[in-house]
């Protein structure tokens, strides 16, 4: 089974522009979860998708925003670039929104989109 | 929210120690994963244990869930084993993520 696939690997842009970046969830996986990491403030919760709806939103500004489609592929939009935003941007995926302990709760990730904005 | 701390931050062993790695957190948990980040960026699967006893090969992990920590075994290293390990949570939020374990093998 193939692995969550993010695009693209890397993308260099400059203040003030736009960014889209995608997630394909492991085939079978209907929650999908967007991360931030940066040396500075570690991995940070972006927003979860379960079924089309965001369920879950972390502390980040509205420049920041997300979808999912009905196939279960995600998208991320970051708007107006700041050079704080660069960062490695990661997407996992669960066979379901968690609940209690279950191995369907278990979060894959993929290999990310590394953003450097100038 | 969850608070998650890892110890030790950085840990230099030769090749062929044993080390254990802690997640202590704050609160009752449902999920608990454990990750390697390569040096590529990529977080790699290494448990997911909210209770119990697990073990993999060279590395084995164990979750006492009640007094809040899971500990990270990892037997005879290896250099292919350096690396950031992560401990992450998940409770009634997000998965919630600890500063990590900065681990280096030397040969």
């Known amino acids: 089974k193939a692995g969550v696939t993010q695009t693209p690997r890397y993308l260099i842009k400059t203040r003030g522009q736009q960014v889209t970046l995608s997630c394909s969830p492991i085939?079978?996986?209907?929650?999908v979860s967007w991360y931030q990491q940066t040396p500075g403030q570690g991995l940070q919760f972006l927003f979860e998708?379960?079924?089309?709806?965001?369920?879950n939103k972390g502390n980040f500004p509205g420049r920041f925003s997300g979808r999912q489609f009905s196939n279960s592929r995600s998208e991320m939009n970051v708007s107006t670039l700041e050079l704080g935003d660069s960062a490695l941007y990661l997407c996992?995926?669960?066979?379901?929104?968690?609940?209690?302990?279950?191995?369907?709760?278990?979060?894959?990730f993929g290999p990310g989109t590394r953003l450097t904005v100038l | 929210g969850i608070q998650v701390e890892q110890s030790p931050p950085d840990l230099i062993l030769q090749e062929g120690a044993n080390s254990t790695l802690r997640c202590n957190f704050s609160?009752?948990?449902?999920?608990l994963q454990w990750f390697h980040q390569n040096p590529w960026g990529q977080l790699i699967n290494l448990f997911y244990?909210?209770?119990g006893t697990k073990q993999n090969g060279r590395l084995s992990a164990t979750t006492v869930a009640t007094e809040r920590y899971s500990l990270l075994y990892i037997s005879s290293s290896q250099t292919t084993d350096s690396g950031v390990y992560f401990c992450?949570?998940?409770?009634?939020?997000?998965?919630?993520f600890g500063k990590g374990t900065r681990l280096s093998v030397i040969a």
């Open positions: 992450a949570v998940r409770g009634n939020t997000p998965l919630v």
């Open positions: 244990i909210p209770s």
């Open positions: 998708y379960f079924s089309e709806t965001q369920r």
């Open positions: 609160d009752s948990v449902n999920n």
């Open positions: 996992a995926s669960s066979a379901r929104l968690a609940g209690g302990p279950s191995s369907y709760n278990e979060q894959f």
């Open positions: 085939s079978g996986h209907r929650s």
